[in-house]
């Protein structure tokens, strides 16, 4: 079955990401057509990318790297749940992402944000950095206002109108997920099939 791991982008002290993650990993749990999993960064302890070569050739020195490789190589998509930093993404996620490459290749990813404009943002810096990770990212994404959805700023409270924007965003991500396993699977030439786009 496909497997889709929400991925929890802040590991602040009081983050209000954790309970954004849990809330989007419940709506989820209801569902028939995927597994999903809350994977939270805390539990993967990363410096600053300590590798000596590039994440593309797969030639990982150390164990914190290998044990990110394996949690990540199980999936077939992602959710990815994060805070709006400086008009972007979390810096621990930024480095989550550096860390690997061929591991999120021919995968979907979707976005749920918070913040004071609703982390939209930092979703747009994450789409060109997914792009660049062959990661194909979904029209459909869930921005939750720091304002009016967070009761003293730290409180998760979310509003009815929010659950079906997860719904259709997890309807989209499922279904390029499954629409991907070719490629994933390596039964599509991905050289042949670029040479048929640009021609």
């Not at 993967?44 to 797969?58: Q, T």
């Not at 749940?81 to 999120?104: F, I, M, Q, R």
């Amino acid at each position: 079955m496909t497997k889709i791991g929400i991925i929890l982008g802040s590991t602040r002290p009081g983050r209000n990401g954790e309970a954004v993650a849990k809330w989007v990993t419940e709506i989820a749990s209801r569902r028939d057509d995927a597994e999903f999993e809350l994977v939270d960064l805390a539990d993967f302890p990363l410096p600053h990318l300590d590798e000596a070569m590039p994440p593309s050739m797969n030639a990982y020195q150390n164990e914190h790297t290998k044990a990110w490789s394996a949690k990540i190589a199980e999936f077939d998509g992602f959710v990815f749940v994060t805070p709006e930093y400086n008009h972007s993404t979390s810096g621990v996620l930024k480095n989550a992402l550096d860390y690997l490459y061929t591991e999120w290749n021919n995968k979907a990813a979707a976005f749920v944000s918070y913040g004071g404009v609703g982390g939209a943002r930092a979703v747009e810096h994450l789409r060109l950095i997914a792009s660049e990770l062959q990661l194909a990212t979904v029209r459909a994404q869930v921005a939750i206002s720091i304002v009016t959805e967070f009761e003293n700023f730290s409180t998760f409270t979310p509003s009815d109108y929010l659950e079906p924007q997860v719904g259709v965003m997890l309807d989209q991500l499922v279904a390029w997920s499954k629409a991907l396993a070719p490629l994933r699977a390596g039964s599509v030439d991905t050289d042949e099939l670029e040479e048929s786009v640009a021609a």
